[in-house]
């Protein structure tokens, strides 16, 4: 834990944050439609394979947003990884520098 003033950033946890997103994503772009067509002679059949349907439909939609938003904080989580792995780099080579 950090003192107040002091930023504490594990770099191992954001790598791992990075690795279940990709995880995720992937998961997700595997999913599709995996239903077997429904009977539609039968009674009350064709409502149900309608609304199961419009479900897949919006399923899809939301499954595509979803993916889109992971990716989006996949970049982020890599970035701030790159950033801060940079910014403790430089802190590191400036102490260093101002310690001889």
Known sequence: MSAPGELFVDFDELG???QELS???GALSELGSRRAPLPGDEIGAREVADAVGHFEQSWQGGRDQ???NLRACQEYAALALEHYTKTETMLEDTMDGGAS
């Open 16 to 18: 791992r944050i990075q």
């Open 66 to 68: 979803l993916i889109e």
């Open 23 to 25: 995880t995720l994503i």
